[in-house]
């Protein structure tokens, strides 16, 4: 039933009863300026070494340091693209970019399939030894890299793979953090939308792939956020088996910029800006889904 104010004075005063308090804005305000405060100076290093491209060596390196440069330097990219390593005889950064994207890429999607699979056999099914498996991949994350590293390098040298991207794709097409991550997220999926699809005929994997999978878009992002980061900002393994130049990665060819009594601070910077970029840039876009699987993560005791 509707309800009418005959006195004009009453229905504004009804109004203005329905209206937050003025402390609600000022707090809001507030909350607003402080997020704006700490994002600039999170994101300050990022800014202050974008406008370093753009500076001399002698500019970059003075103390104390300035924020934009006394004069702009364009030159500093230009020179950077026309960059050309022997035996290359065109420019290496668009090839070495080229070879850190499609590496990434496939790192990536080899990772999202593998690892699901693993991730939905530790959280479905029930085989002996399953947890105590599961622990032993979850202790391997403690494990520091640069044990492995002699080991590896001695493993692939006489299979033979030194050289090639073998020992950047195969070491990688599971990680733990990525079965860990995503066994979190499949029980938290209620079993009743699998065992309907048992009553319709799926088999195992058809339950997976038809009713895991598509719930699980928002870890299966994340996880493809992180490892590209992880892959696209690699250093030691494309620098340790990639030996020939137009092998290289963009994080690898960035080291032919430092020589050995002179470092060029303006290349490596507009390197460092063109590594950074694509990361940036997935993130932004994807960001939603990035929180929305944190937050379904947290779903997983329940």
Not at 135 to 149: D, E, K, N, Q, S
Not at 232 to 250: A, I, S
Request: with cysteine; hydrophobic share 55%; aromatic share 18%.
């Amino acid at each position: 039933m509707a309800v009418t104010v005959n006195n004009p004075q009453q229905a504004v005063s009804t109004r203005d009863a329905d209206r937050p308090p003025a402390r609600h804005y000022v707090g809001i305000t507030l909350r607003y300026i402080l997020l704006t405060l700490m994002s600039l100076l999170f994101f300050s290093p990022f800014l202050l070494s974008f406008f370093g491209t753009f500076k001399t060596g002698v500019e970059i390196l003075a103390y104390p340091p300035e924020i934009f440069p006394r004069t702009w330097n364009p030159n500093n990219w230009v020179r950077v693209f026309q960059f050309t390593v022997p035996p290359m005889t065109g420019p290496s950064i668009p090839w070495w970019t080229f070879n850190s994207l499609w590496l990434a890429v496939v790192n990536v999607i080899t990772q999202m399939f593998f690892c699901s699979l693993a991730a939905y056999a530790f959280a479905r099914i029930r085989f002996p030894g399953r947890e105590a498996i599961f622990a032993i991949m979850i202790a391997t994350m403690t494990i520091p890299g640069v044990v492995t590293l002699i080991p590896g390098y001695v493993f692939f040298a006489k299979i033979g793979w030194i050289n090639t991207y073998w020992p950047l794709i195969i070491p990688k097409l599971v990680v733990p953090f990525g079965i860990f991550m995503l066994a979190q997220f499949f029980r938290s999926i209620p079993k009743d939308l699998e065992e309907a699809a048992f009553m319709d005929g799926l088999g195992r994997f058809g339950t997976f792939w038809n009713i895991a999978v598509p719930l699980s878009r928002p870890a299966l992002i994340t996880l493809a956020i992180l490892q590209f980061q992880a892959s696209w900002n690699e250093f030691t393994g494309p620098f340790l088996y990639l030996q020939d130049v137009g092998l290289k990665t963009l994080t690898a060819g960035m080291a032919f910029f430092r020589q050995q009594f002179i470092v060029d601070f303006s290349a490596m910077l507009v390197g460092a800006m063109l590594n950074a970029i694509p990361v940036l840039v997935l993130f932004f876009i994807f960001n939603k889904y990035y929180t929305e699987s944190s937050s379904y993560a947290g779903l997983a005791g329940q």
